[in-house]
Structure formats: C-alpha cells, structure tokens
C-alpha cells in the first residue's frame, strides 16, 4: 500500500489488509532497538526530555521532540493529530532546519536506508537531486568502510519495527525538505537556514 502524498516511492509492509505504522511504543518496547537508533542512528529518544523553550516555528505550529542527536539538534513531530502521524522537522546545531519525513514511520525508514543522510543535504548543492545521487554514491561507499556493524543493526531494527522499505529513499528526503512548511527562528529573531547547503560532492577532496 502506497503512502498518500508519496506516489511510487514508500511501500508500507502489510499485515491482512492493515499499513503498519511504527508508533513510540514500539519502539520503546525494546532497550536494544532504542539502543541502537541511538548508536546507529543518532536518534536518540532519551535526549528528547532536553529543555526545548529555545525552539520556536514559525509559521507557529505545536511540536513534540521525538528525539535528539549526540551534536545537539532534535527532531520534532509537528501540525496536529497523532504524534507519529505529524511530519517531522530535524533542527540542527549549526542553525539549519527541515522536513525530513512525513511521519515516524517514514523517518526510521530513510534513516536506515540513508545512514549517511547529513550528507546528502550538507554536499546538495541547494537542493539539486542529482547532485545528492553523486553524494549518495561516494557516501555509501565510505560508510560501508568505516561502519562494517551497521547492516546487522539495520536488519535487527528493520524485524524488530516492521520497517518498511523505500524505493527511491534519494528522493524521498529531496522531495521532503523541498516540501518544508515551517522553521525554527532562534531567540535574536535570526531564522535557521534550510538544511539543504551549497555544496557539492567534489568540493569534498576524499571524493574523486
């Protein structure tokens, strides 16, 4: 069963005749699962409880924090109803913010199909999508060297959740920060920038 709103690139798993959808209960089911989010993932919904008076969307929208990194940004599910049914805007450290995902579901799910996905937005020029395909090219090829445990983490999270997969996950996060709708203005009034940077994969000099 497609996703409403992402034709042809999210696939819900199916149980009978019902889309699964990864609630926070699920995931805190499980110490190993959370554990791992963290670790893998650094989606870390222990740092959720941080203070969050700082933050301030504008246009002004209820949020919740789902969760926190190790370098100090959050992500927060925004809008009204359900909580994992809210979109979710990542607010960086370093000043920039953006929708990520429509749902909690589909953020764990890009997450493990995109573990390098910082990249991807840091080396976009902009916010072209080819652009983030180079990226993606010589990002999976440096992850997979330098972090050999992740695929066994990814499966153990992946069958713990249900996680659904994504055809074209590339696009997915493309299409979702192009659809951002709101974002964080710091206490001096400054809003953050969009996550999508100006640079490109060969202004990296370890990627030829």
């Not at 690139?9 to 889309?19: I, Q």
């Not at 499980?30 to 933050?55: H, K, N, P, Y």
């Not at 919740?64 to 049914?85: D, H, N």
């Not at 090219?137 to 994504?166: C, H, T």
Request: hydrophobic fraction near 40%; glycine fraction near 6%.
């Amino acid at each position: 069963m497609q996703q409403a709103g992402s034709p042809l690139l999210f696939t819900y798993r199916t149980e009978g005749c019902l889309s699964i959808m990864i609630i926070l209960a699920d995931i805190k089911k499980s110490q190993t699962v959370m554990d791992e989010l963290a670790s893998q993932c650094d989606f870390d919904l222990g740092r959720a409880a941080r203070d969050s008076s700082w933050i301030k969307l504008l246009p002004e929208k209820s949020f919740m924090v789902l969760a926190g990194e190790s370098s100090g940004g959050v992500f927060l599910a925004y809008g009204e109803g359900e909580i994992e049914r809210r979109p979710v805007l990542y607010v960086s450290s370093e000043g920039h913010a953006g929708r990520i995902a429509a749902n909690l579901t589909e953020l764990i799910a890009m997450m493990l199909a995109l573990p390098y996905w910082r990249d991807l937005l840091k080396f976009s020029d902009r916010g072209n999508l080819q652009e983030m395909r180079r990226t993606a090219g010589f990002s999976e090829q440096d992850f997979a060297e330098e972090y050999a445990e992740f695929p066994a983490a990814r499966k153990r999270i992946a069958d713990s959740l249900l996680v659904p997969a994504i055809a074209d996950p590339v696009r997915l996060l493309h299409d979702c920060v192009h659809a951002t709708d709101c974002s964080v203005v710091a206490e001096d009034g400054w809003p953050y920038e969009s996550l999508f940077h100006h640079f490109k994969s060969s202004d990296n000099p370890g990627w030829t």
